[in-house]
């Protein structure tokens, strides 16, 4: 089982500006088969990005994602008050699926 | 548009069984694996298993193994996770998710469900 940690476990931060979420895989991620999302209280998780970089339907260019093998991030260039909430990450690359522990974005 | 729409949850005693469900719309049912992930209270999202676009593939998380079963009815449009021998820390938030490609496609997801809360609890 490929098991994901997320760093930091906590952002404070203010709108509008920059920020980058990490993930680290225990083995390497096939094929780069890695998402992100973005969880907001009472809601189901978003997806906002798959195979590493590609962004979802309907996200903004504002996300974006890279890395490859145990090493993935995501970067938000100019947070907005959505934005504040949870990201996990999660691969997919084989079975069992796992997802990160999550980050948890406030407001400064 | 996709719809996901959990049902089924409630409260339910240590050693039981619960049936939970979830209705598609929007999509050829048929045609797309989905998935069950949990999200117990105040924690992270834990994948529970899949079964295949036709029922015939189905795979689980270790923790669920031969307690759980995923069934699909392809005619009812619907899923079903039924669960026996239930522990306090199934205790979760149940949401259905689908596949993003038709048939075997990659195991993450554009759709999910609102979700459906089972509380394990004497």
């Known amino acids: 089982e490929i098991v994901l940690t997320q760093s930091p476990g906590t952002l404070s931060l203010s709108p509008g500006e920059r920020t980058t979420l990490f993930c680290r895989a225990s083995?390497?991620?096939?094929?780069?088969?890695l998402a992100w999302y973005r969880q907001k209280p009472g809601q189901a998780p978003r997806l906002l990005i798959y195979?590493?970089?590609n962004r979802a339907t309907g996200i903004p260019d504002r996300f974006s994602g890279s890395g490859s093998g145990t090493d993935f991030t995501l970067t938000i260039s100019r947070l907005e008050p959505e934005d504040f909430a949870v990201y996990y990450c999660?691969?997919?690359?084989?079975?069992?699926?796992?997802f990160g522990q999550g980050t948890r974005l406030e407001i400064k | 548009q996709v719809q996901l729409v959990e049902s089924g949850g409630g409260v339910v005693q240590p050693g039981r069984s619960l049936r939970v469900s979830c209705a598609a719309s929007?999509?050829?049912?048929?045609?797309?694996?989905i998935h069950w992930v949990r999200q117990a209270p105040g924690k992270g999202l834990e994948w529970v298993g899949v079964?295949?676009?036709?029922?015939?593939?189905?795979y689980y998380a270790d923790s669920v193994k031969g307690r759980f079963t995923i069934s699909r009815d392809n005619s009812k449009n619907t899923l079903y996770l039924q669960m026996n021998n239930l522990r306090a820390e199934d205790t979760a938030v149940y949401y259905c998710?689908?596949?993003?490609?038709?048939?075997?496609?990659?195991?993450?997801?554009?759709?999910w469900g609102q979700g459906t809360l089972v509380s394990v609890s004497s």
């Open positions: 998710a689908k596949e993003p490609q038709k048939y075997r496609g990659p195991w993450y997801f554009q759709d």
């Open positions: 999660q691969h997919y690359g084989s079975s069992p699926i796992t």
């Open positions: 195979g590493a970089s």
């Open positions: 079964i295949g676009n036709d029922g015939d593939v189905q």
């Open positions: 083995q390497s991620v096939s094929s780069n088969s």
């Open positions: 929007g999509f050829t049912f048929s045609n797309y694996g």
